[in-house]
């Protein structure tokens, strides 16, 4: 397949996003005119000198930037118009349903309220809803580098909010945090009805890949890609079809890998796991969902077949009832057989 008819492929298929912190979709035009606009200062002259700084050589690299974008992020306009924006760009890659994660800690902490943050978040969803025909859950995440009694507040701050929270997630800097550490809160979150998914081996081991199913019962997985170090954890990922919300962007960018052609996906393929294309945070990452896509597909040298399964798997690894999922894997078969 030619790369060009590859890429017309993927710009022409419906797909999903499941793994996209929307903190990470802050362009650097946006952060200087929030800065700007809340009087917040940064240590950057110009937008130009943001995107020059997003060099980095690992995830912490990266969080320590990305904590402090985030303090741009003050009043719910903010979070309405950051939302927004990405939900936009969204529409562009023909993404039909979007699954979002929010870090609340990293807002509760600077004193913004959890009303404040999640009012923007899902007023912005709603319009994407009605006006772009997009489909969302929101999915709060935990900072897995603070405690577990932290993340046992922030579940207890949501409380009021749980008609507009679908899941939890675990995310932030992961060596040394395994998710056993979570284990209580996310049996908390199973019995309140939410989804449970949760970042794992990225850099972390298999083994936090195997505690995040075993200890957290997660739904999901995100990242994962160490998990093919482990034969049995391979075994049983494709045994019962665990998705994988894989990001090759922000492996590259975060040196998970050293070249786009290391990137997992399609050994993941191979081995019958459900693997998933994401843009994690694009706007930190050089890219959102359809330049993940091509930048894999032409490094990996995707089949056609593989990429409509990629697509088709971020419908059926969303949390979209049965019938949903049904009506979009359909809608995706048509668009993969026009011509
Ligand atoms: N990994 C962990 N935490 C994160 C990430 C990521 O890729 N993006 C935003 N928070
Ligand atoms: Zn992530």
């Known amino acids: 397949m030619s790369p060009a008819a590859r890429h017309a492929l993927i710009e022409r298929l419906p797909k999903a996003e499941l793994h996209l912190h929307i903190e990470g979709s802050l362009e650097p035009e946006?952060?200087?005119?929030?800065?700007?606009?809340?009087?917040?200062?940064?240590?950057?002259?110009?937008?130009?000198?943001?995107?020059?700084?997003?060099?980095?050589?690992?995830?912490?690299?990266?969080?320590?930037?990305?904590?402090?974008?985030?303090?741009?992020?003050?009043?719910?306009q903010d979070f309405f118009d950051l939302t927004i924006a990405y939900l936009r760009r969204a529409?562009?890659?023909?993404?039909?349903?979007?699954?979002?994660?929010?870090?609340p800690q990293g807002h509760t902490e600077r004193g913004i309220a959890f009303a404040t943050v999640i009012g923007g978040i899902a007023r912005a969803l709603d319009e994407g809803q009605a006006r772009l025909g997009i489909t969302h859950r929101l999915i709060m995440c935990f900072l897995r580098h603070l405690s577990e009694e932290a993340a046992q507040a922030t579940l207890d701050e949501a409380g009021p909010f749980l008609d507009r929270i679908d899941g939890v997630g675990l995310d932030s800097s992961e060596v040394g945090h395994p998710p056993s550490k979570f284990a209580r809160v996310f049996a908390s979150a199973h019995d309140l009805g939410l989804h449970v998914t949760a970042h794992a081996g990225e850099e972390g081991p298999p083994e936090?890949?195997?505690?995040?199913?075993?200890?957290?019962?997660?739904?999901?997985?995100?990242?994962?890609?160490?998990?093919?170090?482990?034969?049995?954890?391979?075994?049983?990922?494709?045994?019962?079809?665990?998705?994988?919300?894989?990001?090759?962007?922000?492996?590259?960018?975060?040196?998970?890998?050293?070249?786009?052609?290391?990137?997992?996906?399609?050994?993941?393929?191979?081995?019958?796991?459900?693997?998933?294309?994401?843009?994690?945070?694009?706007?930190?990452?050089?890219?959102?969902?359809?330049?993940?896509?091509?930048?894999?597909?032409?490094?990996?040298?995707l089949s056609a077949a593989q990429i409509v399964e990629l697509c088709e798997n971020s419908f059926s690894g969303s949390f979209l009832p049965e019938a949903e999922k049904a009506r979009l894997i359909a809608e995706l078969h048509v668009a993969a057989g026009a011509a």
């Open 91 to 103: 529409h562009a890659d023909n993404v039909r349903h979007v699954e979002i994660f929010f870090d």
């Open 208 to 301: 936090y890949v195997h505690q995040a199913l075993h200890q957290l019962h997660v739904e999901r997985i995100d990242h994962g890609n160490r998990a093919l170090e482990d034969a049995d954890l391979v075994h049983h990922l494709a045994r019962d079809q665990i998705t994988l919300t894989v990001c090759p962007l922000s492996n590259l960018r975060l040196c998970v890998i050293d070249r786009m052609e290391h990137s997992p996906v399609k050994a993941m393929l191979e081995h019958g796991l459900k693997a998933t294309i994401n843009s994690d945070d694009p706007a930190y990452f050089g890219g959102y969902v359809n330049d993940n896509f091509r930048a894999v597909a032409d490094a990996l040298d």
């Open 30 to 76: 946006m952060l200087f005119a929030l800065a700007e606009r809340n009087g917040v200062e940064i240590p950057f002259a110009s937008a130009e000198a943001v995107r020059a700084a997003y060099d980095f050589s690992n995830l912490q690299d990266f969080l320590d930037i990305y904590y402090q974008g985030m303090s741009v992020l003050v009043t719910e």
